[in-house]
């Protein structure tokens, strides 16, 4: 993965959250027990932990990866809280982030891995809203392949509990979306 697969997952995610409406916070997502208010919550927690972890810096957002943060951070504008979060993201990891080392609680780990399964987090969590709250849901053909090459490499049937669900069987000519969110337990 690279700063620009992360760039184009952001964009694209911001596109949905611009259009989820106050009316809609309450409505359950293809992610088991979370509402969209709490998968925006989980959203912006990962964009603070990306930022964080790309920065070495500690966490704004006490929260483990694949939880909600400890507190509500969706507040009275999710799309102005979801670009902020994009803009520190964004910005650590510019330079040579994907390029080095970074100190986490699991040891060290490649920018380009960390950086991988943020913007993975980022891209298949926006097709969870845009699902969640009718809107479309046909991601960039060439960035759901790239994010699915990195999930094929990186999540393995002991890594997936317990967020993530078993792959789920697509026509061999489903489109690389479908395959995308199909290999991390969603039902297209």
């Known amino acids: 993965m690279d700063a620009t697969s992360l760039q184009q997952a952001c964009a694209a995610t911001d596109a949905i959250v611009e259009h989820v409406h106050d009316d809609q916070l309450a409505l359950p997502t293809p992610c088991d027990s979370w509402d969209v208010r709490a998968l925006l919550n989980h959203l912006l927690g990962t964009l603070a932990l990306g930022q964080a972890l790309l920065s070495a810096s500690p966490p704004s957002v006490p929260m483990a990866p694949g939880e909600l943060p400890a507190g509500d951070l969706v507040g009275d504008d999710p799309h102005k ?35 991988g399964f943020t913007t993975l987090d980022i891209l298949v969590h926006g097709w969870d809203l845009a699902l969640a709250t009718g809107q479309p849901t046909a991601l960039d053909d060439n960035l759901a392949e790239s994010v699915l090459a990195f999930a094929r490499q990186t999540i393995t049937a002991d890594t997936r509990a317990p967020r993530i669900g078993p792959e789920i069987a697509v026509p061999a000519d489903a489109t690389a979306t479908d395959r995308l969110v199909a290999y991390l337990g969603r039902r297209p």
């Not at 902020?84 to 040579?96: F, I, M, Y």
Request: net charge negative.
């Open 81 to 115: 809280a979801y670009r902020l979060g994009v803009e520190a993201l964004l910005q650590a990891a510019s330079g040579d982030a994907f390029e080095r080392a970074h100190a986490t609680p699991l040891g060290d780990m490649p920018g380009a891995i960390l950086g």
